[in-house]
C-alpha cells in the first residue's frame, strides 16, 4: 500500500522558522533509515502558505486567492510518500520519527488510492490512459 | 488583477502554447524565422484583447487563428507588391507562389507538429552549438539573454548564432517532417545528444555559477519526457530519459556545506531524490522491455546509475555488474573514456591492482590527453596501492588540468596528503 | 521549480463518493496533458480521512488518533508534483484543471523547498558520454 504522510504547519514552521542544525541531523538519520528499509518513495518540505496560492473552483469561474492561510494547524508544512505493508505499519514508522517541529505536532497518514478502488465506474479506456500515466510517471500500478 | 498582472498570466499561457505555436507555423510558412515572427505577432494581439474579453476557452486555437490571420494579410500584401513589380517590368522570384490554402492547410491532420519541431532544431546541417540554441529558444522558450548566459557567450553572440542557425535551415531547404526508416534513428540519435548535452551543460557546471544552469538541467529533463510521450516505441528516448532522472536524483547530494564536491560514494543517500529515482528505474524498465537484446549506449548508461540508486548503502554496489555493463558499452560504443570508467569498476570488484592495468593501459591515448580524470583515478590507484610519492605527482597532474575551481582544490589536497604518506613513508 | 499541488477535500470526497465517468475521463485527459507538458513527476488521490490516522507528538509522547477528522475543507484529497519553471506556470495549469469535485472546491498551490546545490560531482562515473559529446561539441564549434 502506498501512504502520503504529512508533516502539519506550526506558528513556527509558517513563519519560515529554520530548524536546528541537531533537528536537522536527526531528520537525516531519519530519512536514511526510511530508505534503507526500502519504504521511501519520495518527500520534500513546503515553503510556508505566504509563499503559497489557491485557485478556487466554481462551475467554470477560477478565482486565484493569495497565501498567507488562516488555519495553520491544518495546512502541510512537509510530506513523504512511502510503500509499506498497512496503516500499522506506516503507523510504527511514524511514531519513530524525531518531533518535526520545536513545539508539540502533528503528522498525518493517508493512505492513496489505487485504480482499482474505482470499480465499476471505470471504463476501459479510462482504466487504459490511467495505467499508461502511471507507468509513465513512474509510479507503481 | 492588475494589468500588469493579465500581462503576465497572458504572456505564461503563450509559453506553454509557444512550441507547439511555431510548430504548426513553421509547417505553414517553412520558415523557422517566419513563424517565430509570426507567433509574436499573435502575442501582441492576444495583450491587446484578452483583457478585455478575458483568456479564450482554448488560448492554443485562438493564437494558431490570430497568426494565420498575420500570414495570409502577409502572402496577399507579397502578391499585391509581386503585381506592382511585374507591372513596372521588374524580373520577379516569385512568380511561381500561388495563393497557398491556408485554411486548408492548418486543418489538415497535423500529426505531430512539435515532435517535427525538435528534428528541425535538431538537424545535422547544424553545428552543435546552433541545434542546442535554436532547440532551448523554439522549444524551451528561453530567452536569447538566458541562453546566452547559460552557455557563457555575450548575447550578441548568441543572437548571431541564432540568426544563422535559421538561415541555415531556410538555405539548406529542409522538409518539415518526422524522418522514417533509417534515417529516424541518426535523426533521433542526434536530437538525444542535443537533449543530453543541455542536460550536462546544467549538470557538470564545468565554469563558473549561475541560476540559469539548474534550469538548463530541468529544461533537458522536460524535454525528454515531452519527447517520451512523442516517440514512446523508442527505447533509446526513455533510456535517455532514465539517465538523466537518475543522475538528477543526485543532485542534492553532491555538494558539501562549504560548497566542496563529494564524491559518488561518500555521498549521503539519504539526500537522493527517491521520486527521481522510482521514475528513473520505471523509465529504465520501460526501455528495457523495448530494446530487447539490442541495448543502446543511454540504456545501458541508465542502467549503470541504475546500479548506485539501487544500492542502499555504498558498501552494496554492484561493482561487477558495473565492470560488466561498462564493457557491454565499449563493445558497442568504444571510447578511451568508458575504457576509464571500466577500470574503475574493476578496481572496484577486484581491487586497485587490477584496475591500474587497464588505467596505464590509456597513458597514451590521445584523446585523453588534457583530460584530468585519467591522471586522478591514476593517483587514487596508486595511492590505495601504497605507491604514495607517484600518486602525488598524478594529483598535482590532474589539479593542473581540471577546468573547475573546486575539483581543482580538492586534487591538491590530495597531492598534499599522498605527499605527506611518502615523506613519512 | 518544484510545486505540490493539493486538492481539497469536500463532504463528497470526505463521503467517499466516487467521480462520476465523465469527470474521472476529464481529469484522465487532463493528466495526460500534464504528461505531455513533461511537468507532472507524480500525482495521486488520497483515500478519505475515515481511513487515515494522526499521530501527536509532544515531547517524547506520541498519541495515535484515527480517523475521520472534522475540518473537511482543509484535509487533502489529491496531489500532484510538477515541475514548472515558474509561479505564473503552476497556476495558468491549474486554472486548466477540470473542476475536480462536484461542487465548489480548491486547489492549493505550494513551493516546494529546493536545495539549489548543482555543483561538480568529481567522479569519472557515468561521464563518459558527457566527455565524449564535449568533445564533439568542441570539434564542431565553428
Not at chain 1, 529554520?18 to 518540505?45: C, F, R, S
Amino acid at each position: 500500500m502506498r501512504f502520503m504522510v504529512m508533516v502539519k504547519a506550526t506558528t513556527d514552521s509558517e513563519a519560515g522558522a529554520q530548524p536546528t542544525q541537531e533537528l536537522l541531523d536527526a531528520m537525516m538519520a531519519y530519512n536514511e533509515e526510511l530508505v534503507k528499509a526500502g519504504i521511501m518513495k519520495g518527500g520534500d518540505g513546503l515553503q510556508p502558505s505566504s509563499k503559497g496560492a489557491r485557485v478556487q473552483f466554481d462551475g467554470a469561474k477560477r478565482s486565484v486567492v493569495d497565501g498567507p492561510f488562516a488555519e495553520t494547524k491544518e495546512l502541510v508544512a512537509g510530506f513523504w510518500l512511502w510503500e509499506c505493508k498497512s496503516l500499522d505499519e506506516a503507523i510504527a514508522w511514524v511514531k519513530r520519527c524525531p518531533n518535526p517541529m520545536p513545539g508539540p505536532s502533528e503528522i498525518e497518514i493517508r493512505p492513496l488510492y489505487e485504480l482499482a478502488d474505482f470499480g465499476e465506474i471505470v471504463t476501459p479506456e479510462t482504466a487504459a490512459t490511467w495505467d499508461r500515466l502511471k507507468t509513465e510517471i513512474g509510479d507503481k500500478s | 488583477m492588475s494589468a500588469s498582472d493579465a500581462h503576465r498570466a497572458i504572456e505564461t499561457v503563450f509559453r506553454i502554447e509557444a512550441p507547439k505555436l511555431i510548430g504548426g507555423l513553421v509547417r505553414l510558412t517553412r520558415d523557422i524565422g517566419r513563424a517565430e515572427e509570426l507567433a509574436q505577432d499573435a502575442l501582441v494581439a492576444a495583450l491587446a484583447q484578452w483583457p478585455q474579453d478575458g483568456v479564450p476557452r482554448n488560448p492554443g486555437a485562438w493564437l494558431m487563428q490570430a497568426a494565420k490571420h498575420r500570414a495570409i494579410d502577409a502572402l496577399r500584401r507579397d502578391k499585391l507588391l509581386q503585381r506592382k513589380h511585374e507591372e513596372l517590368g521588374h524580373d520577379s522570384e516569385t512568380d511561381a507562389l500561388a495563393m497557398p490554402d491556408l485554411d486548408a492547410a492548418l486543418d489538415d491532420e497535423v500529426g505531430d507538429d512539435l515532435l517535427r519541431l525538435i528534428f528541425i532544431a535538431c538537424h545535422p546541417v547544424l553545428s552543435t552549438e546552433a541545434r542546442l540554441a535554436l532547440t532551448l529558444r523554439l522549444l524551451g522558450g528561453l530567452t536569447t539573454e538566458e541562453i546566452a548566459r547559460a552557455f557563457l557567450v555575450p548575447e550578441p553572440t548568441m543572437a548571431q548564432r541564432l540568426v544563422r542557425a535559421k538561415k541555415a535551415l531556410a538555405d539548406a531547404r529542409v522538409p518539415f517532417e518526422v524522418p522514417h526508416g533509417v534515417e529516424l534513428a541518426q535523426r533521433l540519435a542526434s536530437v538525444l545528444e542535443v537533449v543530453y548535452l543541455i542536460f550536462n551543460e546544467g549538470y557538470a557546471a564545468t565554469a563558473g555559477h549561475d541560476w540559469v544552469r539548474p534550469a538548463l538541467c530541468e529544461e533537458a529533463m522536460r524535454l525528454g519526457r515531452i519527447l517520451a510521450e512523442r516517440a514512446p516505441l523508442e527505447p533509446e528516448v526513455h533510456g535517455l530519459v532514465a539517465l538523466m532522472e537518475l543522475q538528477a536524483s543526485r543532485l542534492r547530494a553532491r555538494l558539501g556545506p562549504d560548497g566542496e564536491p563529494i564524491l559518488l560514494l561518500d555521498q549521503n543517500r539519504a539526500r537522493w531524490d527517491q521520486l527521481l529515482i522510482g521514475r528513473g528505474l520505471k523509465a529504465l524498465e520501460r526501455a528495457q522491455r523495448l530494446a530487447g537484446a539490442a541495448p543502446g549506449p543511454y540504456l545501458l548508461q541508465a542502467a549503470l546509475a541504475a546500479c548506485h540508486a539501487r544500492a542502499r548503502t555504498a558498501e552494496e554496489t554492484d561493482w561487477r555488474r558495473i565492470a560488466a555493463l561498462y564493457a557491454v558499452l565499449a563493445a558497442i560504443n568504444p571510447s578511451p573514456i568508458v575504457e576509464l570508467n571500466r577500470a574503475v569498476a574493476v578496481s572496484m570488484a577486484e581491487g586497485p591492482a587490477a584496475g591500474l592495468v587497464l588505467v596505464e593501459a590509456l597513458a597514451d591515448e590521445p584523446a585523453l590527453r588534457g583530460y584530468h580524470l585519467l591522471p586522478s583515478v591514476h593517483g587514487d590507484l596508486l595511492a590505495k596501492l601504497g605507491r604514495h610519492g607517484e600518486a602525488a605527482a598524478a594529483f598535482d597532474r590532474a589539479a593542473s588540468l581540471t577546468r573547475n575551481a573546486k575539483e581543482r582544490a580538492l586534487l591538491e589536497e590530495r597531492a598534499a596528503t599522498a605527499r605527506g604518506a611518502a615523506a613519512t613513508g | 521549480m518544484r510545486f505540490m499541488i493539493i486538492v481539497k477535500a469536500t463532504k463528497d470526497s470526505e463521503a467517499g463518493l466516487m467521480p462520476s465517468t465523465e469527470l474521472l475521463a476529464a481529469m484522465g485527459a487532463y493528466n495526460e496533458e500534464l504528461v505531455k507538458a513533461g511537468i507532472m513527476l507524480a500525482g495521486d488521490g488520497l483515500h478519505p480521512s475515515t481511513k487515515g490516522a494522526r499521530i501527536r507528538f509532544d515531547g517524547e509522547k506520541r498519541a495515535v488518533v484515527d480517523g475521520p477528522f472534522a475540518e473537511t475543507k482543509e484535509l487533502i484529497a489529491g496531489f500532484w508534483i510538477w515541475q514548472c519553471k515558474s509561479w505564473d506556470e503552476a497556476i495558468e495549469w491549474v486554472k486548466r484543471c477540470p473542476n475536480p469535485m462536484t461542487g465548489p472546491s480548491e486547489i492549493e498551490i505550494r513551493q516546494i523547498f529546493e536545495a539549489e546545490d548543482f555543483g561538480a560531482e568529481f567522479t569519472p562515473e557515468l561521464r563518459a558520454q558527457e566527455e565524449r559529446v564535449w568533445a564533439e561539441a568542441k570539434k564542431n564549434a565553428g
